[in-house]
């Protein structure tokens, strides 16, 4: 089985300012046929169910702000909020899905500083 | 639009089965690459992916629960049942019902609210 390891497992960030969250796999997620990487990323609010971010690790998805934005490769991916908002504050899940199970990181709590 | 609702029992007994419908809308489990699956979510702790079925009714389930798992669908009702087998209080949880538009993978562009069950005597 793929683990997933997120880091940190929270983060404060001062309004305005940039919020960086990795995420690492056990093994690559890269399909080397297809040249994609097999991992998404999910926010989520208290009380609500995930929000689909990013997929491909680096697609946002339609209607995401462009100030999330996922990047890497293999092994090490990072999603990027460039400038932090109040309503950005989560926890934040990255997913691979090259193989089953599917598995999550263990999230970062995103606060304000 | 898209959307999914859980339904089924807020609390189980401890050895009980616990059976989950999927009640969903705007698309349909016939439709090629489509799937539709179950996780959940430990109060206060990450996501668990549990099981998922496709519009082939090709069925992957999560190997340290795989013995007490069950996915069905039912494409005339639009709907997708659950059933975990000899619940345990370790099995208390919110239950999310979720779409995957991605045939190469499971992962979810639309997600139900999600109902929580409790495991207790």
């Known amino acids: 089985d793929i683990v997933m390891t997120q880091s940190p497992d929270s983060l404060p960030v001062s309004l305005g300012e940039r919020a960086t969250i990795s995420c690492k796999s056990s093994?690559?997620?890269?399909?080397?046929?297809?040249?994609?990487?097999?991992l998404v990323w999910y926010q989520q609010k208290p009380g609500q169910p995930p929000k689909l971010l990013v997929y491909w690790a680096s697609t946002r998805e339609s209607g995401v702000p462009d100030r999330f934005s996922g990047s890497g490769s293999g092994t090490d991916f990072t999603l990027t909020i460039s400038s932090l908002q109040a309503e950005d504050v989560a926890v934040y899940y990255c997913?691979?899905?090259?193989?089953?199970?599917?598995?999550f990181g263990q999230g970062t709590k995103l606060e304000i500083k | 639009q898209i959307t999914l609702k859980e339904s089924g029992p807020t609390l189980v007994k401890p050895t009980q089965t616990l059976t989950l419908t999927c009640t969903f809308s705007g698309f349909s489990l016939r439709t090629s690459g489509v799937g539709v699956g179950w996780i959940r979510q430990p109060p206060g702790k990450a996501l668990e992916w549990l099981a998922v079925i496709y519009w082939d009714d090709d069925k992957r389930y999560s190997p340290s629960l795989k013995s007490r798992l069950t996915i069905t669908k039912d494409t005339s009702k639009d709907q997708v049942v659950l059933t975990l087998t000899n619940m345990d209080p370790v099995d208390t949880a919110t239950y999310y019902c979720?779409?995957?538009?991605?045939?190469?993978?499971?992962?979810?562009?639309?997600w139900g609210q999600g109902t929580l069950v409790t495991v207790s005597s």
């Open positions: 997913q691979q899905f090259y193989s089953t199970p599917v598995s």
């Open positions: 979720a779409h995957s538009r991605e045939p190469s993978g499971f992962w979810v562009d639309y």
């Open positions: 093994q690559s997620v890269l399909n080397s046929s297809n040249k994609k990487n097999y």
